[in-house]
């Protein structure tokens, strides 16, 4: 699997030989250009139905803090209600929902929480067999747990999986078995390798020439000198 960097200085190492020595192309640039097609990409995928693959899932580690329950929903809780400390990076948009796909206990062993919309929160935990049950929902950007059994409260941590926007926004986040950054840029990229060449050509095409056509034109003017460029 590509790393994001890998990806980038291959395209950039594809288009230098095309523009003028004065043409000024930032790397980040190209980055920006290589996340925002992968999730242009797979909204599209995602909403023809098509099967989420494992190699497009990212797993993170985030801490948890207990909170007032007033500053989640109306409703009156007789016990603690916890939310991750951090707020989550966005997922893929989906029609409806978001794109997380489990959100458990840190130990892998053991049941993964109910995943809810927040518009249910009023009625969790509100029958005679659900009262063990622990609830997660996504609100104003951060995770909540919740549960009427007085044991959930002492959880210190969840994981969450999901496939999100900007692979890169995980990175505040820890993994859960090695305790180190979740990402960088020399990680592997969450993208199917089949995607890499067509996403290349349609960059190449579009983000690239544009923006090395405008800055060979600028750069032309400002030195009065031909650009040898090759023209689409």
């Not at 609100?139 to 959930?152: E, I, M, T």
Request: proline residues 4%; glycine residues 2%.
């Amino acid at each position: 699997m590509a790393t994001l960097n890998e990806i980038a200085y291959d395209l950039l190492t594809i288009v230098r030989p095309q523009i003028s020595d004065d043409s000024d192309i930032e790397i980040e640039q190209i980055k920006f250009w290589i996340k925002n097609q992968r999730s242009l990409w797979l909204r599209n995928e995602f909403n023809k139905n098509r099967t989420i693959d494992s190699d497009l899932i990212q797993t993170v580690c985030a801490d948890l803090e207990e909170v007032d329950a007033s500053d989640c929903c109306d409703i009156d809780l007789d016990c603690p209600i916890l939310r991750t400390k951090k707020k989550i990076p966005k997922t893929i948009e989906l029609h409806h929902k978001e794109a997380i796909l489990r959100v458990g206990p840190v130990n892998k062993k053991k049941r993964s929480f109910s995943y809810v919309d927040y518009l249910q929160v009023p009625w969790l935990a509100s029958g005679r067999f659900n009262t063990k049950m622990i609830y997660a929902f996504l609100h104003d950007g951060y995770l909540y747990v919740y549960s009427k059994n007085p044991a959930y409260s002492s959880m210190k941590a969840l994981t969450f999986r999901g496939v999100f926007e900007d692979p890169e926004e995980i990175a505040g986040f820890k993994d859960c078995t090695t305790d180190q950054p979740c990402y960088s840029d020399d990680s592997e990229f969450p993208i199917k390798s089949w995607m890499i060449p067509t996403m290349k050509e349609s960059i190449l095409k579009s983000n690239l020439m544009i923006e090395s056509q405008a800055e060979i034109q600028q750069a032309d003017v400002s030195n009065n000198a031909k650009s040898d460029a090759i023209t689409h």
